[in-house]
């Protein structure tokens, strides 16, 4: 049984399952790539998005497993991965939850989200050459890869994304220059869009993040607006404390 997803920019996603005299009845997830890359990212690429999402798991994050990279789109007419399909399902969106969220489910949550910015990345390993974080392991400081977003990263997705620049945004680019924050710590690995729409629950537990695309090495507080999904049930020094 074949289920497309509704939603979704850089992927269209579909619930299927299979089932044999070995393995039984399993459900899976494929991801194949859109026609057209809206975001830009270098992470929407499907080979990259793979090895990402290997290379998290690896690190301990709740992630579904992924099964196989499909990297010739002369099979079903474009590239695809599949994984395990996570138990659970998502309760919100990137504006908050949709019902009520536990103290079990905010301690989830939250211990998803440090650990997460506690991964540290060998530059030599393969499958992070293999992802999108290859192009910020030079950088070894939050200050280096902060600059490096500014002037060059936020550049290229405007040229790519054919956004004009106008006077005010030129002026907002040159204000983040002169304001990237002198902070020698290492970078961490941040999500960029740690929401409600893309964390999968189950039992009040996080079973699964998705949709990497965006992710990089960088400042913690570039996640920050995550506490605005959990305004209703977490302070804003409440987040920082943890």
């Given at each position: 049984s074949f289920a497309p997803l509704s939603g979704g920019f850089s992927k269209k996603t579909i619930f299927f399952e299979t089932e044999d005299e070995v393995n039984g009845r399993q459900a899976m997830v494929m991801r194949a790539e859109q026609t057209t890359n809206l975001l830009g990212y270098e992470g929407s690429d499907v080979t990259?998005?793979?090895?990402?999402?290997?290379?998290?798991?690896?690190?301990?994050l709740p992630i579904a497993e992924p099964l196989w990279l499909e990297p010739d789109p002369g099979q079903l007419g474009?590239?695809?991965?599949?994984s395990r399909r996570a138990a659970g399902g998502t309760r919100g969106g990137n504006m908050g939850a949709e019902g009520p969220v536990s103290?079990?489910?905010l301690r989830s949550i939250?211990?998803?989200?440090?650990?997460?910015?506690?991964?540290?990345?060998?530059?030599?390993?393969?499958?992070?050459?293999k992802s999108h974080f290859r192009e910020w392991t030079p950088f070894k400081t939050v200050s280096a890869a902060t600059r490096f977003c500014v002037t060059d990263f936020?550049?290229?997705?405007?040229?790519i994304n054919?956004?004009?620049m106008t006077p005010q945004m030129l002026r907002a680019l040159k204000w983040l220059e002169r304001n990237v924050p002198q902070v020698d710590e290492p970078p961490v690995v941040v999500h960029i869009d740690f929401a409600f729409n893309n964390l999968i629950i189950d039992d009040d537990e996080i079973t699964?993040?998705?949709d990497w695309e965006s992710s990089r090495l960088g400042d913690p507080a570039d996640d920050i607006w995550t506490q605005q999904i959990l305004e209703p049930h977490m302070s804003m020094p409440e987040f920082l404390k943890q």
């Amino acid at each position: 049984s074949f289920a497309p997803l509704s939603g979704g920019f850089s992927k269209k996603t579909i619930f299927f399952e299979t089932e044999d005299e070995v393995n039984g009845r399993q459900a899976m997830v494929m991801r194949a790539e859109q026609t057209t890359n809206l975001l830009g990212y270098e992470g929407s690429d499907v080979t990259q998005e793979y090895h990402s999402i290997q290379l998290m798991r690896r690190a301990g994050l709740p992630i579904a497993e992924p099964l196989w990279l499909e990297p010739d789109p002369g099979q079903l007419g474009t590239r695809f991965l599949v994984s395990r399909r996570a138990a659970g399902g998502t309760r919100g969106g990137n504006m908050g939850a949709e019902g009520p969220v536990s103290d079990k489910l905010l301690r989830s949550i939250m211990a998803t989200f440090i650990k997460m910015h506690s991964i540290r990345l060998d530059a030599n390993d393969p499958l992070v050459q293999k992802s999108h974080f290859r192009e910020w392991t030079p950088f070894k400081t939050v200050s280096a890869a902060t600059r490096f977003c500014v002037t060059d990263f936020m550049r290229r997705l405007i040229r790519i994304n054919d956004i004009p620049m106008t006077p005010q945004m030129l002026r907002a680019l040159k204000w983040l220059e002169r304001n990237v924050p002198q902070v020698d710590e290492p970078p961490v690995v941040v999500h960029i869009d740690f929401a409600f729409n893309n964390l999968i629950i189950d039992d009040d537990e996080i079973t699964a993040v998705l949709d990497w695309e965006s992710s990089r090495l960088g400042d913690p507080a570039d996640d920050i607006w995550t506490q605005q999904i959990l305004e209703p049930h977490m302070s804003m020094p409440e987040f920082l404390k943890q």
